[in-house]
């Protein structure tokens, strides 16, 4: 931005010295200056908004498989992020936004990667988990909303985030749940089975969302 006013700026200076007043490139700069501060303020206060598909997962039963053996869930769950869930993530051309305790909110380009990711995680956790008693099973749910985000350095924000973290608790251990505007973008370019679980009225959710369940066995 200053290198538009620059130019300006020398022109004043020289038309200032050859006619001996200072004052004149002080009474040009003035309003110049405040303009391009007024120009800063707006660039900074604009949002960042974009589409995106939001995939939210959490623990199944983190505080109880927590107080049975802290130290073991622990790296239980950092050796799941490290070899099931970042790898998958880079693979299907999405960004992990934040870990949020035992939980994660990652953004995808296309809810079609999305899907598959998160199908292929939860495949994976399952084959992971086969032969494990129950309390050394890490179980996610995940939920997938297609929807406009707010975007910051390290975060994003909005109501298409809160809608995939409330689907996120209404999918069952293992499972996933999309919502409708996602299912129908990955309806016919993904090999699953989806359950039509119709309106549904989630937490802090004014209007009812449509659900989809997920199935794994395709």
């Known amino acids: 931005m200053l290198e538009e006013v620059w130019p300006e700026i020398g022109n004043a200076w020289v038309s200032g010295v050859l006619a001996g007043g200072g004052s004149i490139l002080v009474q040009w700069l003035a309003p110049k200056a405040a303009q391009l501060l007024k120009r800063l303020r707006a660039d900074k206060l604009r949002l960042e908004r974009r589409l995106a598909a939001i995939l939210a997962a ?7 498989l927590m107080s049975t053996d802290e130290e073991g869930t622990h790296f239980r769950l950092l050796a799941y992020r490290r070899e099931v869930i970042a790898p998958k993530v880079r693979e299907h051309r999405g960004r992990i936004v934040k870990h949020t305790g035992d939980g994660a909110l990652v953004e995808f380009g296309s809810v079609v990667e999305a899907v598959r990711c998160a199908l ?37 924000y909005g109501h298409g985030v809160n809608i995939a973290a409330r689907l996120e608790s209404l999918a069952p251990p ?19 089975d989806f359950v039509d679980l119709g309106e549904q009225r989630l937490k802090n959710i004014a209007d009812p969302t449509h659900v989809f369940a997920v199935s794994l066995a395709a």
């Open 174 to 192: 293992g499972g996933i749940c999309i919502s409708a505007d996602a299912w129908r973008h990955v309806r016919g370019a993904i090999a699953a």
């Open 58 to 64: 959490d623990v199944v039963g983190y505080s109880r």
């Open 120 to 156: 292929d995680v939860q495949r994976l956790i399952l084959a992971r988990n086969a032969g494990l008693p129950q309390d050394r099973r890490i179980d996610l749910r995940i939920g997938v909303n297609l929807g406009d985000v707010i975007v910051a350095p390290e975060d994003i």
